[in-house]
């Protein structure tokens, strides 16, 4: 019986050291923010996913976990609420001409310090990057290098970076602009680039910008041919990306599918109001796009009906947006020609659009944080104002709504 006891007495010690070390485990973990396995809700069964950024990256900034959707928003993966607000930068990542002639993207949109405006003086969160699939394609491992130390530099300042493919004549596309849509090849580019980044919770994925598509059903299945180009579908696209374990938020544009009236040819322009329900997309981690330049004037009624079926039911984002008045050519024009040219009467515009994305819960990035639209200049980033009367369309004026964005993300 003593011998008995005595036995009994060991096991007892040992499983109460086994929980203290567990919880001792635990406990430091927390408090240095060590990463945990975090499931993810609605991406597959019992799949599971480790936060952290690549082994490479010398961040400062921890995220709390991967950022999944919830019915009608982001969260992180503690389940609390988050929106993304912040702006895009445009660089030789998706401008074929630029790269070629030697300029490099963080010279061009001033990184690592561009980054480190928007979060700490603008209070920004996310950065829209566009990329493109044809530059890869001819410049591989420069690309990459480039492109993983501006990722690194934008999450270390506390950015989500929202990788955008720019798959256009500018960005090295061999096609005519009619094939301005996805394709077999940014299938394969989409493989590789989710699979470099699948274990960075600060990057998402908008899969193409502002397709050309006949209708829906292309947009959702593919399957056609067009100027020579195979065409995929977003479904194809998002498949591609869950196939290789990235579990990312994914966003998608309707593009010309979702085309209204006399704009049936303008992807900038597409909305959401025909989409049927039977062209959804089989992924419950996405989150739906729009674009809106000249339209940031109406109401919030007429903004609402651009969403159609989706709105309070899914995770929506504007991926571009902004009061444009200095954009060169008959592309620039026609974002502002309906606008008001008064200065007090664009900042309420933009006030209002504000207020409107905050009403539905958007997420969004503007356009664009370099000059001279939303800051003035990259040696001071003073932020641009609307003056008293502007002109629509003067691409030499340093003018925009850089001052009523940084005073609504600071209040």
């Not at 130390?149 to 960005?171: M, R, T, W």
């Not at 908008?206 to 399957?223: A, I, S, T």
């Not at 049936?264 to 989150?287: L, Q, S």
Request: net charge negative.
């Amino acid at each position: 019986m003593r011998r008995r006891g005595t036995t009994a007495l060991l096991v007892t010690i040992i499983v109460l050291l086994v929980v203290v070390i567990a919880g001792l485990g635990f406990f430091v973990a927390q408090e240095l923010q060590l990463p945990l396995p975090i499931k993810i809700p609605g991406i597959s069964a019992g799949s599971t996913v480790t936060p952290g950024v690549p082994p490479t990256s010398t961040a400062s900034f921890t995220p709390t976990g991967v950022p999944h959707v919830v019915g009608t928003q982001l969260v992180d993966a503690n389940g609390h609420p988050l929106t993304l607000r912040g702006a895009q930068i445009e660089s030789p990542f998706n401008y074929i001409k630029g790269w070629e002639q030697g300029k490099t993207p963080a010279q061009v949109m001033n990184a690592p310090t561009s980054f480190q405006v928007m979060a700490q003086q603008w209070h920004m969160n996310a950065l829209r990057l566009p990329i493109s699939n044809w530059i890869y394609a001819k410049y591989p491992t420069s690309y990459l290098n480039q492109l993983d130390e501006i990722v690194q530099e934008a999450n270390s300042a506390g950015l989500y970076v929202i990788l955008d493919l720019h798959d256009d004549i500018k960005a090295g596309s061999p096609y005519d602009q009619n094939a301005t849509l996805p394709k077999v090849e940014d299938l394969n580019f989409w493989k590789i680039i989710a699979a470099h980044f699948k274990n960075n919770p600060m990057v998402m994925f908008d899969l193409y910008n502002e397709p050309k598509e006949p209708n829906w059903n292309v947009w959702r299945n593919g399957g056609v041919v067009i100027d020579g180009a195979h065409v995929v579908g977003f479904q194809q696209m998002v498949d591609a990306i869950r196939s290789v374990g990235a579990q990312q938020v994914i966003v998608l544009e309707p593009g010309s599918a979702g085309h209204s009236g006399e704009n049936n040819n303008n992807p900038e322009e597409g909305g959401w109001a025909t989409f049927p329900a039977n062209d959804a997309i089989n992924d419950p981690n996405v989150m739906y796009s729009l674009h809106v330049y000249q339209d940031i004037i109406q109401s919030p009624q007429a903004q609402n009906q651009k969403w159609g079926p989706l709105l309070n039911h899914v995770a929506l984002y504007y991926g571009e947006w902004a009061f444009l008045p200095n954009v060169q050519g008959s592309t620039g024009v026609a974002h502002c020609q309906s606008l008001p040219t008064n200065g007090t009467q664009a900042s309420q515009v933009v006030t209002n659009f504000l207020n409107y994305m905050a009403s539905i819960h958007a997420n969004w990035t503007a356009w664009e944080f370099a000059p001279p639209y939303m800051v003035q200049s990259y040696s001071s980033y003073a932020p641009t104002v609307f003056p008293a009367t502007f002109t629509c369309g003067d691409s030499k004026a340093v003018v925009g709504m850089g001052s009523i964005i940084k005073q609504y993300l600071a209040s």
